[in-house]
């Protein structure tokens, strides 16, 4: 009886779960005797793993292009025409208002977390107690509770820097890549974050990472198991021949090998860092979700009013980009 509920429970999701066309024509014929007999008028039906040089090719997905120049316009307008970006402040929230808006006329469901902040020092700069926000942008029809994966940047910056690079970089990366995922939708349900308050009010891993720390706190069990991956994208415009994949272990994880192996794909060099917790992927590593990040390049201009966007090199926020677009592309 037992054994008959699972037969039939087979035959019902044969046909969903079994192979394409495509990937059935080495295998089918050895498969079992019913293939066997079944291939002789099945084959001729399908079709041929490589196309005849008279057939035509089939209609052409949209290859979105990551734009160097268009990441290149956002940065200018987070740190040019808005200008620092202290996580509690009207520039902040005027930074939030644009992404918000970006994210929303590219037609994702748009979120908002209202993220409270203490009263402290932010690298030699007093600040005062606040609100910050985390946007959160989702594909129509995202459930959180289904595997997904998390591509985060964070918005704010230190109170004396423009923050081209740190973290305007970042975000303009990750809208691009917004862009990208609606033109070509990944197979996995990619979500997107900006989050406010990453920039430190103090020392030490409690008063740093506000927004994110919450954020990650307020999943459920379910949901963070739904995080197949989360990859936190800080200061990665800083002018070099390598991206670094960053690990928030001394070691590296199955995702940062993942990133890797995805850029070597494209020819584009990277560098395996470890032992890295100083961006919003440690509080999902912490939380035991694979997280990593792409960035942090040292540069003289860091955390200071010299953060702008001259320091931001073109080639390398294309690196980024098609890095993070290849490994999507194979989630
Ligand atoms: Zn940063």
Known sequence: MLLGLALSACTATAPIAGPTPEAETGSAGAASPAATTAAPTATPTRTPSAPSPTTPLPTRIPKPEFDARDALADIDTLADEIGPREATSKNFDEAADLVERRFEKLGYEVDTEPVKVPAGNSWGTPVRAGTSRNVIADPRGFDDEEPHVVVVAHLDTVPVAPGA????????????????????????????????????????????????????????????????????????????????????????????????????????????????????????????????????????????????????????????????WAWLQGQ
């Open 165 to 324: 690079e740190d973290n305007a970089s970042g975000i303009s990366v990750l809208l691009e890549l917004a862009r990208m995922a609606v033109a070509v939708p990944p197979e996995i349900p990619v979500r997107f974050i900006a989050f406010g308050a990453e920039e430190p009010r103090g020392s030490g891993d409690a008063l740093h990472h506000f927004g994110s720390q919450q954020h990650v706190d307020d999943l459920s069990e379910v949901q963070r198991e739904a995080i197949q991956a989360v990859v936190a994208l800080d200061r990665v415009g800083v002018r070099a021949s390598y991206v670094p994949v960053c690990s928030a272990r001394a070691s590296g994880n199955d995702l940062r090998r993942d990133v890797r192996d995805a850029a070597d794909e494209i020819d584009v060099p990277t560098r395996g860092c470890g032992g890295n917790t100083t961006s919003d992927h440690w509080s999902y590593a912490k939380a035991g979700i694979p997280a990593i990040r792409l960035g942090s390049i040292p540069y003289a201009g860091y955390h200071s009013p010299d953060d702008t966007p001259d320091v931001v090199d073109r080639r390398q926020l294309d690196r980024v980009g098609n890095v993070m």
